[in-house]
Nanobody, 122 residues
Framework: QVQLVESGGGLVQAGGSLRLSCAAF??????MGWFRQAPGKEREFVAA????????YYGDSVKGRFTISRDNALNMVWLQMNSLKPEDTAVYYC?????????????????WGQGTQVTVSS
């Protein structure tokens, strides 16, 4: 069982930066991912990181702007978001998967946080 708690969302102007945090409680040897969902749209894969060697994978829309990282000793995962655009506006979710490789499919994730709102103004 894993509990995930996100924080760090908010309102930022286009071009700005935010860092989202995800605290994991319970068993934490999971691959971790970030997804987002905008109103009226399907949940979209953002980034993922493995537990063992911190291999990373990014969605095409955020590649080069976002960075996922983790600290297994602290049971924390972060998503550094730079050069934010209005189209990045969404609720961002942290998720945990038992996979040993990076996964970008939401159905592969067993545990989800409650989400944190990110709003980017133009």
């Amino acid at each position: 069982q894993v509990q995930l708690v996100e924080s760090g969302g908010g309102l930022v102007q286009a071009g700005g930066s935010l860092r989202l945090s995800c605290a994991a409680f319970g068993r934490t040897s999971y691959a971790m991912g970030w997804f987002r969902q905008a109103p009226g749209k399907e949940r979209e894969f953002v980034a993922a990181i493995t537990w063992r060697d911190s291999s990373t994978y990014y969605g095409d829309s955020v590649k080069g702007r976002f960075t996922i990282s983790r600290d297994n000793a602290l049971n924390m995962v972060w998503l550094q978001m730079n050069s934010l655009k209005p189209e990045d506006t969404a609720v961002y979710y942290c998720a945990a998967s038992p996979s040993v490789v990076v996964v970008r499919v939401a159905s592969e994730y067993d545990y989800w946080g409650q989400g944190t709102q990110v709003t980017v103004s133009s």
